[in-house]
């Protein structure tokens, strides 16, 4: 696939939440990652408002086991602290298969930064250095690593079963400055299966409009440049490698 890029990103913890579980202030996460919380991983390692990051599959490395702990959420209203249960998935692995392509609503701002193979070697350069800014696994107390892979190397623990199906799940965000309109949305699918470990992912074009939600009214900001754009990298001296 053109401009693609394979990694695998694992964690002792992952909470890829369920929205439905977030009403009462607890969290339940999903039994396999999100498209949206996939997308953010690999935007963590190596982004540029030039172009949209796309997932195409994940492989699931490791059985599914998840841990119920107690946290204590800060109170925003009253201040202190509240009591609450997460559920957790624990000793998660995953390999993802990810491709770029470039932002049409941007075009104006970037056009003469559509440079394809300098994103490419630079994105598979900072995945080898573990990417440019913090990874996590669906929340910020999750901490996880990025190493490069080559897709469907190595054994998973779901090779041998038989498909798994799963029914409604958050997808991902329709984002003003990738759809160019003036309006956040929510979008929701239903995957098909997860066979011997792997879902592959429908392209946010493809998901059903019937499950996309309007989140709220929101106009992207214009870049404070115009042309000449640089992005102040954590890893500069990666750019070198």
């Known amino acids: 696939m053109r401009n693609s890029v394979e990694f695998k990103v694992y964690g002792k913890y992952a909470l890829f939440t369920d929205p439905l579980t ?33 997932i195409d599959k994940v492989r699931v490395m490791n059985r599914i086991h998840m841990q ?65 800014r913090d990874v996590f696994l669906g929340a910020r107390e999750c901490q996880a690593y990025v190493e490069p892979c080559t897709f469907g190397e ?3 623990d779901y090779e041998d079963s038989h498909p798994i199906y799963f029914d409604l ?17 929510a979008r929701f699918w239903r995957p098909k299966e997860m066979n011997k470990g792997i879902v592959k992912f429908d392209h946010p074009k493809d998901c059903d409009p019937k499950l996309i939600r309007d989140v709220k009214n929101y106009t992207a900001r214009p870049p404070k ?7 102040p990298g954590l890893l500069e001296s990666c750019e070198e490698v």
């Not at 990810?98 to 941007?106: G, I, M, P, S, V």
């Open 68 to 132: 119920a702990r107690g946290v204590k959420p800060v109170k925003y209203k009253n201040g202190g602290n509240d009591i609450s249960i997460y559920t957790y998935l624990v000793d998660v692995e995953y390999q993802v298969l990810a491709y770029f392509d470039w932002n049409r609503h941007r075009e104006a701002d970037f056009k003469d930064d559509q440079d394809e193979n300098k994103h490419h070697n630079i994105a598979k350069r900072m995945i080898k250095c573990g990417g440019r």
């Open 169 to 185: 799940m958050f997808h991902g965000f329709n984002y003003p400055d990738e759809t160019g309109k003036k309006q956040l949305q």
């Open 154 to 156: 190595g054994k998973s």
């Open 22 to 54: 977030k009403i009462g202030g607890e969290k339940y996460s999903y039994q396999i990652p999100t498209y949206e919380a996939l997308k953010g991983i690999v935007s963590s390692v190596y982004w540029k408002p030039t172009f949209i990051w796309y």
């Open 225 to 231: 440049q115009t042309s000449g754009w640089k992005e």
